[in-house]
């Protein structure tokens, strides 16, 4: 399995960015694709997952009712629209896959596929 996350970039403050992951090698729709991120100084944090099996989406505190995961047409890929972004939102965006659901298994030690970072900055 192979996962890349792409469309990070430089975004001013309320703005929105939509980042990408495209994964390759799953032979069927039981997995979850997950989205975590990492802040200057902080460590990794989960950010939000969807159950391709059921469809079922999950986000953390911090970021829900401004970021929605969704599937791409293409059942190999991804997304993670990002609305009314705050400089607190900046990191290293990386994207994760695991087998089976995400409900229960948000921390890093259970997703086993792990695509490079893409950087977001939030600045005016």
């Known amino acids: 399995v192979q996962l890349q996350a792409s469309g990070g970039g430089l975004v001013q403050p309320g703005g929105s960015l939509r980042l990408s992951c495209s994964a390759s090698g799953f032979t069927s729709d039981y997995y979850a694709i997950g989205w975590f991120r990492q802040a200057p100084g902080k460590e990794r944090e989960w950010v939000s997952c969807l159950s391709r099996a059921d469809g079922n989406s999950y986000y953390s505190d911090s970021v829900k009712g401004r970021f929605a995961i969704s599937a791409g047409d293409s059942k190999d890929t991804a997304y993670l629209q990002m609305k009314n972004l705050e400089f607190e939102d900046t990191a290293v965006y990386f994207c994760?896959?695991?087998?089976?659901?995400?409900?229960?298994?948000?921390?890093?030690?259970?997703?086993?596929?792990w695509g490079q970072g893409t950087l977001v900055t939030v600045s005016s």
């Open positions: 994760a896959a695991r087998h089976g659901f995400c409900s229960g298994y948000l921390s890093e030690p259970n997703w086993g596929y």
